[in-house]
């Protein structure tokens, strides 16, 4: 799979920009339309008609315009995207309505018991499985004391369902991800300088945990009282699934390696004796890793068998091709490359597109006049996404 970027020069005007993804490979049949009328979303300004030569063509638009570090981002049934701010402490709505800009942005509430400050803030949110009925999402958060997790109705006040997980200035995790098992999975930060939480088994720290909706540990975890799935984690922010059920898991190096991790109950993933590759059995290697200049990845999302991360000090999308049985395909290739800064936050739209928003407004950072910014992506021939 080869990957190359090209811009339209219609996009130079205003949303879009239009990129070529050359595939070498079949992705398999593309996935059936979600049910539900979708949001009203701003036209690319670019063609995504497919070039000769077996190219596929992504359609990029810009969906919403002047957020602040945006970093959590899940969708609501009805189309629209839950968008934390970590900094600002805010839940935004985006969509379904549009305005003049782009989608309509709402902002739903503010959290006052949220402490921002480094990396720390209002990070993941998740919403229900069972939302319909429920109208709860899940957020994870920083106080003073500690990062937590809390239900809450939107505009509603927070039900504290975790609390404990350390909280530092760096690598506090936050994201939150509800698996195909309906119960949800943490990933936190080692929370240390050192990584001592990240091998202690009595830390919440350096760990993604399974709990069920009420916060209790789930039932097959590795130790029934305990919250823990997987260990030896520094900086977990990103979590996604494939049709196979395999759980997918971003880690940010601090030494040298940026890492993709196929996570499996009860393994440990070596940090702080392993970054990238080791040596130890005891330990699991990464899928793939990056130098940290290229990665620092956040965000993931799984496309039929693409798994994408978005990086923040890499500024790009980094593209994984996977078989089915989620060994790695190929060369990953890179999306975005500098076309708008940091990334961060990546989701999977109901619509199969991929939304994904940079993080310009935080420490090495160069915000651009429109930053932070929410983007779409759509390739063109219905793989991924319904143009």
């Known amino acids: ?16 920009a239009v990129l070529a993804l050359t595939t070498a490979c079949s992705f398999g049949p593309p996935d059936p339309d979600v049910a539900g009328a979708p949001p009203n979303l701003p036209e690319p300004s670019g063609s995504a008609s497919a070039p000769a030569g077996g190219e596929r063509e992504v359609a990029v638009t810009v969906l ?3 957020l602040e570090v945006p970093w959590g ?9 839950l968008v934390t701010e970590r900094d600002t402490a805010r839940i935004l709505q985006v969509g379904p309505e549009s305005d003049a800009d782009g989608l309509k942005v709402t902002e739903v509430q503010r959290l006052s018991e949220v402490a921002s400050g480094g990396d720390g803030g209002l990070l993941g949110i998740a919403v229900s499985p069972k939302y319909a009925t429920d109208r709860t999402v899940y957020v994870y958060y920083s106080t003073a004391a500690d990062n937590r997790v809390a239900k809450l109705k939107l505009k509603g006040e927070p039900q504290t369902i975790l609390t404990g997980i350390p909280h530092s200035r760096d690598n506090n995790g936050g994201q939150l991800a509800f698996g195909p098992d309906g119960q949800l999975y943490v990933a936190t930060g080692d929370g240390t300088a050192t990584g001592t939480n990240a091998q202690n088994p009595k830390s919440l720290g350096g760990k993604i945990l ?7 540990p789930s039932p097959g975890n590795p130790v029934k009282t305990s919250p823990v799935w997987s260990s030896g984690h520094r900086n977990v922010q990103g979590l ?3 049709g196979g059920k395999r759980l997918y898991a971003s880690e940010s190096g601090q030494r040298t390696t940026g890492e993709l991790n196929v996570i499996q109950k009860g393994k440990n993933y070596g940090w702080p004796t392993a970054e990238g590759d080791g040596t130890a059995a005891k330990f699991t290697n990464p899928l793939v890793s990056w130098p940290n200049p290229e990665s620092s990845c956040s965000g993931v999302a799984v496309l039929e068998r693409l798994v994408a991360t978005a990086c923040r000090d890499g500024k790009r999308l980094w593209m994984v091709e996977v078989t089915g049985n989620g060994t790695l395909f190929g060369k990953p290739q890179e999306l975005l490359q500098g076309e708008y800064g940091r990334l961060r936050a990546l989701a999977t ?11 310009n407004h935080e420490q090495g950072g160069d915000p651009q006049p429109d930053d932070d910014r929410i983007i779409r992506l759509v390739f063109s021939d219905g793989g991924a996404g319904r143009s």
Do not use: H, Q, Y
């Not at 981002?73 to 995207?81: D, K, S, Y």
């Not at 399974?210 to 209790?216: A, N």
């Open 210 to 216: 399974r709990i069920t909706p009420e916060g209790k």
């Open 1 to 16: 799979m080869n990957l190359r970027s090209r811009r339209a020069r219609a996009c130079a005007v205003m949303l879009g």
């Open 240 to 242: 996604a699934w494939d």
């Open 349 to 359: 739209a109901p619509d199969g597109s991929l939304w994904v928003a940079t993080s």
């Open 73 to 81: 981002m899940a969708f609501l049934p009805n189309g629209a995207a």
């Open 64 to 66: 919403a315009k002047g």
